[in-house]
Nanobody, 115 residues
Framework: QVQLVESGGGLVQAGGSLRLSCAAS????????MGWYRQAPEKQRELVAA???????NYADSVKGRFTISRDNAKNTVYLQMNSLKPEDTAVYYC?????????WGQGTQVTVSS
């Protein structure tokens, strides 16, 4: 099991940047799949970015070139650097991890991008 706590959300103008952090309650060294989903009002939750234990990354087409996911195993933390933010990036962002066959989620952090 693992508990995940997100931070770093907030209100930003279009074109601005935010960095989200996801702090895990245990070592993430052996956790292969970690990443970020987001859910906008009245929309389904969607994958934003994912990273494996070896550092391989995967991004949604809508954020490629603007968002960067990274992990710091020494700090048990996963980050999402978000640049060139757009109003359509407004959503609650959730950190997740997959351990064997179980998924774990954080409580979410709100990101609001004003036009």
């Amino acid at each position: 099991q693992v508990q995940l706590v997100e931070s770093g959300g907030g209100l930003v103008q279009a074109g601005g940047s935010l960095r989200l952090s996801c702090a895990a309650s245990r070592s993430i060294f052996s956790i292969n799949a970690m990443g970020w989903y987001r859910q906008a009002p009245e929309k389904q939750r969607e994958l934003v970015a994912a990273i494996t234990s070896r550092g391989s990354t995967n991004y949604a087409d809508s954020v490629k070139g603007r968002f960067t996911i990274s992990r710091d195993n020494a700090k048990n933390t996963v980050y999402l650097q978000m640049n060139s933010l757009k109003p359509e990036d407004t959503a609650v962002y959730y950190c997740y991890s997959r351990i064997t066959t179980s998924n774990y989620w954080g409580q979410g952090t709100q990101v609001t991008v004003s036009s």
